[in-house]
């Protein structure tokens, strides 16, 4: 046991040096028998935007989503560890994953608004939060917000599904923030999209970052140097004859790609493997 | 041969039964192809490439041929049945007029003829059994769909609710007069007695009537449903049910307001598909809805519907009384007609609505 726990390795654990809002601590992920994830340690800053990179199949989408416990939609998901989300376990038991979806709201890879009009998509969380206030006010801010409302303000009555996908991922943006949550994730937000809308999901992310914490995963890395603060590297190990992802190394966005300190991250940089 | 074909190429071409006569030459059919190939020099970098041959031209028009002549048959078919009914039913038509469908007695021997029971008959039963059929059909398949049971017992009751489908309308019937409606009696009989005052319960169950017919008909309309929304509900994109829960949706917020809406295109499907079978079931409604000319809003009341006079009075209807049935055959044919539209306007108006659909 102990010969095995020496030969794998763990990453140093990043020290964050503002208020932490998310506090991962992963020992191990399964999906089943398989082992997805293990060993990982990764702090969210507040108001910051911390960028998941690495190779295909390295469990940087599994340690997001599970900020979140969207995972938990998948039935043979186990998640070992915790994830302290101000003072409680958000695995604890007594914590319905319903409750957290609602403080840290999630953007899809693919844009996924509901089928209904531009107006009810981005009202939907105030409906479901049962907001007493004023809705459309809400909603007009949430659409400024994600710089949609110039393009949708004549047309709130249309479905949401005749934007554009550039303009759907910001309606699903718009619909993630119209309840203001804490935390937002973000799942490669942009790798459906062209570089126009790419660069205008980018210039929001920084205007956002303001008022939310983000996490945000991409495969892009000139996107994580544009908009991440902090950088996280993980990679995926083959040396145990399955494909389990794990931290390598995590810091701030400048070191990681000017000077890391572990070999692996410099040849993933300069681009000699992926 | 072609001198910038790679070398290695002839042996495996030959390896992999592809170097036979139509591969050593680059276009072995260029010469009795019904479509010249237009590019004659652009055979430089192997022989694989190339023109389909004339016969795969050939069997691509003897495909398109037989396809159209099926979709010609079909139309061919029903306009057929259409002129056929409606030659029939002229005489009627000519005689009784639009007082047809107002009247509401069927007396063969003072020659008056009217529907109108008998299509409020129709109407009432199927609205019944698509107000049942519909809420449980509609059930089942979130049931089905929604994660509450493990994929293969989903399967397994899927298939069980399709068996339901293959059960003929006869022994529907059967069941019927046989188990449902001594089932139903006792309660009718306290509904009445208690509840006497409201419309639908204003009649005693003495037999057939209504409600048995109703609910038989939800039964057969069932399957239907439930296959047709299990589908619509299951066309839902993983994405959709994510972008639910991570707003952070329960189970029922997600089914209820966004699973629902997002199939609802499907979901009127089923129920305009259902209610068309509701309408023209003929037997099991003939056994059951006790075949009485009369307008009535209690379910236990005997009634009539289209498809049920006709398959009683057909047998012994003499020439005058053909031509009545025929013409209330043209009057099954427009309600079933109507419904169709009518369904598919609302599903475009969804389809534009929700999903943005031109």
């Known amino acids: ?274 | 041969m072609n001198p910038r074909q790679p070398p290695g190429i002839r042996p495996r071409l030959v390896a992999a039964g592809l170097g036979t006569e139509r591969h050593r030459q680059p276009f072995p059919h260029s010469q009795e192809n019904a479509m010249a190939n237009p590019f004659p020099h652009a055979q430089s970098a192997s022989p694989i490439s190339g023109p389909p041959s004339a016969l795969e031209y050939a069997s691509d028009r003897i495909f398109r041929a037989i396809a159209l002549s099926a979709a010609s048959v079909i139309i061919i078919l029903t306009a057929y049945i259409l002129w056929e009914v409606a030659g029939k039913a002229m005489p009627a038509i000519g005689d009784y007029g639009l007082g047809f469908i107002t009247g509401t007695e069927w007396d063969v021997n003072k020659g008056t003829f009217g529907v109108l029971p008998e299509i409020w008959g129709t109407l009432y039963s199927s609205l019944l059994a698509l107000l049942l059929g519909g809420v449980f059909g509609i059930a089942i398949a979130i049931f089905l769909t929604q994660d509450f049971i493990n994929h293969r017992l989903a399967t397994i009751f899927r298939t069980l609710i399709e068996m339901l489908a293959a059960i003929p309308s006869v022994v529907f019937g059967l069941w019927g007069i046989y188990v449902l409606i001594p089932l139903l009696k006792p309660g009718a009989e306290w509904l009445h007695d208690e509840f006497g005052w409201i419309p639908l319960f204003g009649s005693d169950l003495s037999g057939p009537g209504m409600a048995p017919a109703a609910l038989v008909l939800a039964i057969m309309i069932l399957p239907t449903v439930a296959a047709i929304s299990v589908d619509a509900l299951r066309r839902i994109p993983y994405k959709v049910k994510e972008a639910a829960y991570g707003m952070g949706t329960t189970r029922w917020e997600a089914i209820l307001k966004v699973m629902l809406p997002t199939a609802s295109s499907g979901l009127l499907a089923a129920l305009v598909l259902g209610f068309g079978r509701a309408l023209g079931e003929t037997m099991a409604l003939a056994m059951l809805i006790g075949n009485a000319n009369q307008i009535s809003l209690s379910l236990f009341s005997p009634a009539n519907t289209l498809a049920s006079l006709l398959a009683s009075n057909f047998p012994e209807a003499g020439q005058v009384e053909v031509h009545a049935l025929m013409y209330a055959a043209m009057v099954l044919l427009a309600i079933t007609f109507l419904v169709n539209v009518l369904g598919l306007g609302i599903q475009q108006y969804t389809l534009r609505k929700f999903e943005g659909k031109k």
Not at chain 1, 207 to 212: A, R, S
């Open chain 1, 1 to 274: 046991m102990n010969a095995t726990a020496e030969a794998l390795f763990v990453a140093e654990p990043f020290q964050a040096s503002g208020d932490v809002v998310i506090d991962c601590k992963v020992d191990k992920i399964f999906y089943g028998d398989f082992l997805a994830v293990r060993d990982s340690i990764v702090p969210i800053e507040k108001h910051k935007i911390t960028g998941f990179i690495g190779p295909s199949g390295c469990g940087k989408s599994t340690v997001l989503r599970s900020l979140n416990r969207m995972n938990d939609l998948i039935q043979v998901f186990r998640f070992e560890g915790n994830v302290m989300y101000h003072g409680q376990d958000i695995y604890a038991k007594k914590v319905d994953p319903v409750v957290v979806r609602r403080y840290i709201g999630m953007v899809f890879q693919q844009p996924n608004p509901f089928s209904m009009s531009i107006y009810d998509n981005v009202a939907f969380g105030l409906r479901l939060n049962r907001f007493k206030g004023d809705v459309e006010e809400r909603v007009e801010k949430a659409l400024r917000s994600a710089a949609l409302w110039n393009e949708v303000k004549d047309k709130l009555k249309n479905s949401g599904l005749s934007l554009s996908g550039g303009q759907q991922q910001r309606l699903c943006i718009a619909r993630a923030i119209a309840t203001e949550p804490d935390v937002l994730l973000m799942d490669e937000p942009c790798s459906a999209l062209d570089p126009i809308a790419t660069r205008q999901v980018e210039e929001l992310m920084l205007e956002l970052k303001e008022h939310y914490t983000l996490a945000m995963v991409t495969h892009n890395m000139q996107q994580a140097t544009r908009v991440a603060d902090t950088t996280a590297f993980f990679s995926v190990d083959i040396s145990q004859g399955g494909r389990t992802g794990y931290l390598v190394e995590m810091g701030p966005t400048r070191q990681i790609f000017e000077d890391p300190r572990e070999q692996l991250t410099k040849e993933y940089i300069s681009g000699e493997f992926s």
